[in-house]
């Protein structure tokens, strides 16, 4: 008999930080078959002989807190999906984990509990995640088999929700019922451009996670950064080891557990860090081209709104950029009236305009922008996107939220990054493609809803003691707790 397979979620990393406001445009809802197309996994051999029943999965691009309104109606309809769906022999839940909600706290506990609701005690539930979530007790006791990415940049997102429902399927087939865990948070929030998997003490950490997953007895193991954006009581990092043989993993959740706290002091930035006026002079006196610059505080990916023009307006004040001395090209600002004035004025026509500063208008205002329109297109993600240029800078303005990862961003707008001067992105570490291109960068601290220096954010909500909050905190007791 066929074992028949929920799927549902809501994905989304959410900044209390910023202002923007998650609605339900911003989602990519599917529903039914739509959402297997999600996983290009499903053809192996360990997939075949299931019944799989997808009924809701809203993913959005990082960004401020759902609208409440918003999460009660999909929360809502996979309910309904799931009390319609008829029995189910196990559920996979997949999800961010770092969804804020208006109002709410801990909106991932909050669903995967009404979801337990409806499948009972006996259903097995499975959860993939980013390694920037956050697990609270709550969600810890809905889930059975619980699991992230080991890799920042999360070039393993596909392989973690592969692991998640392998190891779902493969111990619903096997009958021996629910796996124990082990769980413990650490009083640790860092931002994720301090932890990638890339540098060490992250780099062992998560080696060391996969080999404890490949041991007898350990069905898996995780170590969740948490995210550090938002203000709830969540937010830390967290250990998950699940498996059967619950002496083992109480011990390596403890070792985890004490790796992290140990090293909590020697996390350090990707890359070297300084102001955007110091990392821009530093770029400009560099022969290494093209040098890349993250715009850090108006991350798109890390919750930023977007619109954020604080640095724009920094960088029309560079004369060698302005002049032309130098080429730039800065990534992005959402503003639709912005570019709808660009599509106005055409191609090769001047233009001027006021640039973000909108919706997130704490930095800085809008930003005078005056230049020409080099170029104009539509992109599946940005919608219709502009480029103004002023000098030899060329500043992307964008309908709709958007990360600037790939190369082919760029070159859809006539920008040829590979013999650009500098490029100013609104990113943390760099994605591969980014990291591959760089001849150098600098990683700029600048201000925004993701603003990386954590302690002028004024978290309230959070827990303490907390590192880095309060550096002098005592050794928590970080005995892991076998969860229901």
Avoid at 355 to 369: E, F, H, Q, T, Y
Wanted: a negative charge; charged letters at 25%.
């Amino acid at each position: 008999m066929n074992l028949r397979i929920g799927i549902a979620g809501i994905a989304i990393e959410s900044s209390t930080f910023s202002p923007h406001r998650a609605g339900l445009a911003d989602f990519d809802v599917r529903r039914g078959d739509r959402i297997l197309e999600r996983y290009d996994f499903l053809g192996k051999d360990w997939a075949q002989g299931i019944e799989w029943v997808p009924l809701l999965h809203a993913r959005s691009l990082p960004g401020g807190a759902v609208l409440p309104e918003v999460y009660d109606e999909l929360s809502a309809e996979i309910i309904t999906r799931l009390e319609e769906a008829g029995p189910l022999d196990a559920f996979f839940f997949d999800i961010h984990g770092a969804m804020s909600v208006v109002g709410r706290q801990d909106a991932e506990a909050d669903l995967a509990t009404r979801i337990r609701a409806v499948l009972g005690p006996d259903v097995l539930v499975s959860a993939s995640m980013d390694l920037h979530g956050n697990v609270s007790r709550e969600l810890g006791t809905a889930v059975d088999l619980i699991t992230c990415y080991r890799m920042a940049p999360h070039e393993d997102a596909m392989e973690s929700r592969e692991r998640a429902l392998r190891n779902l399927v493969e111990r619903a087939r096997s009958g021996l019922g629910k796996p124990a865990k082990a769980w413990i948070q650490v009083p640790v929030l860092l931002p994720g451009e301090k932890t990638s998997t890339r540098l060490e003490p992250a780099k062992s950490i998560y080696r060391r996670v996969g080999e404890i997953a490949d041991e007898p007895g350990v069905l898996d193991a995780a170590v969740w950064v948490g995210y550090a954006w938002a203000d709830e009581p969540r937010c830390r990092a967290a250990v998950v080891v699940t498996g059967d043989d619950t002496e083992l993993i109480t011990a390596r959740a403890a070792e985890l557990a004490k790796a992290y706290w140990d090293a909590r002091d020697g996390f350090e930035f990707v890359a070297p860090t300084g102001t955007l006026a110091e990392c821009v002079a530093a770029g400009l006196a560099s022969d290494a081209r093209p040098f890349l610059i993250s715009d850090s505080g108006d991350n798109p990916t890390a919750g930023g709104a977007g619109d954020v023009s604080w640095t724009l307006g920094e960088l029309l004040q560079v004369e060698e950029l302005t002049a032309g001395k130098a080429t730039a090209i800065h990534a992005s600002i959402t503003d639709p009236d912005a570019v709808a004035a660009c599509v106005a004025a055409g191609i090769g026509n001047p233009v001027e305009v006021t640039a973000g500063g909108k919706v997130d208008s704490g930095p800085a205002g809008p930003v005078a922008l005056s230049g020409t329109v080099f170029s104009i297109a539509e992109d599946p993600v940005g919608g219709t996107v502009a480029v103004v240029q002023a000098g030899g800078l060329h500043s992307i303005l964008t309908t709709r939220r958007k990360p600037y990862h790939h190369l082919a961003d760029f070159t859809l707008l006539g920008l040829d990054p590979a013999t650009t001067d500098l490029i100013i992105v609104k990113i943390g570490y760099l994605e591969p493609e980014l990291y591959n291109l760089a001849a150098d960068w600098l990683l700029a601290l600048t201000p925004g809803g993701v603003d990386q220096d954590l302690l002028r954010l004024g978290h309230h909500g959070v827990l303490r003691p907390l590192y880095p909050f309060d550096p002098d905190m005592p050794t928590p007791d970080l005995t892991p707790e076998l969860l229901p």
